[in-house]
């Protein structure tokens, strides 16, 4: 014959009636309530994340230049279809984003001019220097299009000081730099600290394609580079 549960219908009773076990049918109608009232909550966000996504869509259709003011109205823009073309991306553009300065814009265009092109977010991220949540959340407005021929370098970590690494340094660091734009590298940093990697761009004349190349490997210390020191014979 076989057995019941273990508690006898008395002890079962007295553990109920203390509290210290559920009583009969009460522990699966509890089960039906915590999924109704999850089942309700999820809706209830959804509705709000509606509303929400709607108010900003009305928003944009009253000043398209509307600038973003958190990771959540990003990812509504990005639900209503908006989308930030990186390598072509106007100012205006790149205003819309989230806690985004007026310079780092300024240094995205000047790049831009000069024909350099992000190959995808750790390109982003490396260049601004930003911490990686902040991008992260940009990330569903951004398109990274390659234009023309070629294709993105691979990146390393490692970067060099281009205002204060030796000549040994650059040579044995950045051998995508010919011998003559190191010689160039190191007269104009005498002249004037580099101030980012447009202003190097534009006063060694460097085509785009190295340009992209040295992104997310090299930063730009300010102040004068120190002496250097005579090779040994």
Known sequence: ????????????????????????????????????????QQAEHQA??????????????????????????????????????????????????????????????????????????????????LPEALVRSWEPLLQFRWY???????LTPVRVDLNRASASSLERQLPQLTAERRQRLLRERQRAPFQDLADLQQRLQLPPGVVEDLIGKVRFGQGPAGPELPRSA
């Open 1 to 40: 014959m076989a057995r019941g549960h273990w508690l006898d219908p008395l002890a079962r009773g007295l553990l109920e009636a203390a509290g210290q076990l559920p009583r009969r049918g009460q522990s699966q109608s509890s089960t039906v309530q915590q999924v109704d009232q999850l089942a309700d």
């Open 148 to 154: 023309g021929d070629g294709s993105p370098a691979a």
């Open 48 to 129: 709000d994340q509606q509303v929400e996504q709607d108010l900003l869509e009305l928003k944009l259709q009253h000043n398209p230049q509307l600038r973003l003011s958190s990771s959540d109205e990003v990812r509504h823009a990005a639900a209503l279809g908006w989308r930030l073309d990186v390598n072509r991306a106007s100012a205006a553009d790149w205003l819309r984003l989230p806690q985004i300065d007026p310079k780092q814009v300024d240094l995205l265009l000047r790049l831009q001019q000069g024909g350099v092109q992000l190959s995808g977010l750790e390109d982003l991220q490396r260049l601004l220097d």
